[in-house]
């Protein structure tokens, strides 16, 4: 009875054709998301060349010679140096005093002067970077002048700071790697929601449920083929887009950003086990949900909320979490997250906790079709009154 | 054999069945006649199993609707009240999957359709899908899915409803060959010309009460009406809700 109810539903979802055709755009969307962001970030790590014109060059031989050390390029002089930086075709310009080498030589404080136009983002970044260097070459220079009248250059440097720049390429790239899981899971209930709520709501609200439930066979029977067919559907589609997240991921250059990503048949396989529970879980609480609602469009409502849900984790494992607690597991989700940031980091996923995430789910998922059972019980869900 | 013993069911302030019995025999049409909201429904729903009463019980050939549903189900076929089909399937896919529900073996699901088609007059709709079918057309599709496992009870709750004048006349035609095959047919309708020419037996519902249980020829002599639908009008108290 089960495997009659599962395939009539699966009949009648395939024949569907503008519902089936609606959750494979997710299959193409997310890989092609993945693909576009990863373009952005690879133009972040892309920099802008650090040209810098300097006006009087010949006065600090030892500075130019810091400066190109450091990876500046240095341009000859521009005729009008301020012109030239408000126009925008030149980041900034160096400008070394006329007096610049005496005091120099006389260890008196030189002049120099860096003409920048603050209002432009785009030179901001590289302005800092010739300000850090020109500051190195300052507390480097003195430093040596201190050391040379037997000083320790400790006493003009109270303060070593260190800055950490966290907004590396690397960094948003293994971000990015977290948007996997996010549409997998995606994937699986969007993949399915069409026949959750065609075989409960829209079941009743075209008025098949009476005739139906006029059959000799158990509640159960029909709930656990209509949660099958769903849970099917979904897989269906979660692991289309697996593969189309399999074939970007290769397409990617993540090696030039430093990053190691594995993702081959074992990578794979571990993550549709961790995926597989929350396929059959999200297909339960859909149909749950669908059921208890008034009307198809309802339930639809309800459900596009619930599509929500797996955005959570993975806002929370963007936020910086990424201890892996054994309290993640039984949660639905939070699990999937968990293992698949695992699995493409290649780490270890300890057998146990795929365990956890399996009973947890399945344990979920029974707890579902006994309420939905106990729900086709009640004349306010069997007549929708 | 269907018998109804007693059924009451309320709702909330609303005593919409109190204290109906009758029963239908085999080999006879029986007729549920009342106005809209008079407890016909509600009673067929009790005797379908997918309303618990508050009191009283149904049999579908002796066996306690309440206790047994499925093996009352078994020898029952009905039409309820909403009769709606699976739009991308053919009419045939839902004989095979309501025969299939049933338990019947795949050669006697096709057996069954093909008898049925014949009966109902729709062969050349089988394998159509059924989105486009009309009301009529969908009618038959509901009736034969009801009637796919060839049970001895048939309940049709409002069969005619929204069915052409040769559509009705064809329908009436069934269910008297039904009857004459030894099926207890119960048969409900607020349209009194349908009930007075089809049925043996009939019984009068008026605000949740069998208000009358008789043959057409009892019924005429009772009220001393010569003319049914005067009779019917005597009986319920007004003729609001009737046809």
């Known amino acids: 009875m089960i495997r009659l109810v599962l395939l009539k539903e699966l009949v009648d979802h395939w024949r569907d054709l503008r519902s089936v055709a609606g959750s494979l755009v997710l299959v193409v969307l997310g890989p092609l998301l993945l693909f576009g962001m990863f373009q952005i970030v690879q133009n972040l790590e892309k920099e802008r060349p650090l040209e810098v014109p300097v006006v009087g060059a010949e006065q600090a031989p030892h500075l130019i010679q810091h400066l190109v ?140 449920l009476e005739p139906l439930l006029l059959n000799p066979v158990s509640r159960r029977s029909l709930v656990v083929g209509k949660w099958l ?42 993550i549709v086990a961790a995926l597989l529970p929350l396929t059959l879980f999200g297909a339960a609480v859909q149909m749950l949900i669908a059921t208890f609602a008034r009307s198809f469009k309802e339930a639809q409502t309800y459900l596009g909320l619930l599509n929500l849900v797996p955005m959570v984790p993975s806002m929370f494992l963007m936020m910086g979490s990424t201890q892996n607690e054994w309290w993640m597991y039984p949660l639905p989700t939070l699990a999937q997250v968990t293992v698949v940031v695992s699995v493409l980091r290649g780490d270890l996923v300890p057998g146990w906790q795929l365990l956890v995430i399996a009973l947890s789910s399945l344990l979920y998922s029974a707890l579902c079709v006994a309420a939905i059972e106990r729900l086709l019980r009640r004349e306010r869900i069997i007549f929708g009154r | 054999m269907i018998e109804i013993d007693g059924l009451e069911k309320r709702y909330g302030s609303v005593h919409a069945v109190q204290g109906v019995s009758f029963r239908a ?75 299939g529900l049933q338990g019947l073996p795949g050669e006697e699901i096709e057996q069954r359709a093909r008898e049925l088609a014949q009966l109902l007059d729709m062969t050349e709709l089988l394998d159509r ?26 309940v049709l709750d409002e069969a005619t409803n929204g069915l052409d004048v040769m ?63 005067n009779a019917f009008v005597n009986i319920i108290g007004s003729d609001a809700g009737l046809e």
């Open chain 1, 69 to 208: 050390a450091n990876g500046v390029h240095v341009l000859p002089p521009p005729a009008d140096p301020e012109a030239r930086v408000r126009k925008g075709d030149a980041d900034m310009v160096l400008v070394i005093d006329d007096h610049y080498a005496e005091r120099y030589k006389a260890s008196q404080l030189a002049h120099v002067r860096l003409i920048v136009d603050d209002s432009r983002n785009e030179s901001h970044k590289n302005v800092r970077r010739v300000e850090r260097i020109l500051l190195g070459y300052t507390q480097g220079l003195g430093a040596l002048r201190l050391m040379a009248r037997g000083v320790s250059p400790q006493v003009a440097a109270p303060l070593a700071l260190e800055e950490l720049d966290l907004a590396t390429p690397q960094k948003l790239a293994a971000n990015l790697l977290s948007m996997v899981p996010l549409f997998l899971m995606l994937a699986a209930l969007v993949g399915g929601m069409n026949l959750a709520i065609d075989s409960t709501a829209g079941e009743r609200e075209r008025g098949s």
């Open chain 1, 229 to 270: 067919a769903t849970a099917l559907a979904s897989t269906v589609v979660a692991l289309l887009t697996l593969v189309g997240m399999m074939l970007t991921i290769q397409q990617l250059p993540l090696e030039r950003l430093g990053m190691k990503i594995a993702l081959g048949p074992r990578e794979a396989g571990l």
């Open chain 2, 25 to 99: 025999e085999d080999g006879k049409v029986t007729g549920l006649l009342g106005p809209n909201g008079a407890g016909k429904t509600t009673t067929l729903r009790m005797l379908s199993s997918l309303v618990q009463p508050d009191a009283g019980r149904a049999l579908v050939d002796g066996i306690d609707v309440q206790r047994q549903p499925q093996q009352a189900l078994r020898r029952l076929g009905m039409l309820p009240d909403s009769r709606g089909l699976y739009p991308r399937l053919t009419a045939r896919e839902h004989l095979a999957y309501f025969g």
């Open chain 2, 129 to 154: 899908r059924v989105a486009g079918f009309s009301q009529g057309e969908r009618t038959k599709v509901a009736i034969a899915r009801a009637l796919v496992h060839g049970p001895p009870n048939i």
């Open chain 2, 167 to 229: 559509s009705t006349r064809a329908m009436r035609t069934v269910i008297r060959k039904l009857a004459d095959s030894g099926c207890c047919v119960l048969f409900s309708s607020h349209v009194m010309q349908e009930v007075s020419a089809l049925c043996d037996r009939i019984v009068i519902f008026a605000r949740g009460k069998v208000v009358s249980d008789a043959t057409p020829a009892e019924l005429r002599a009772r009220t001393g009406e010569d003319n049914l639908e």
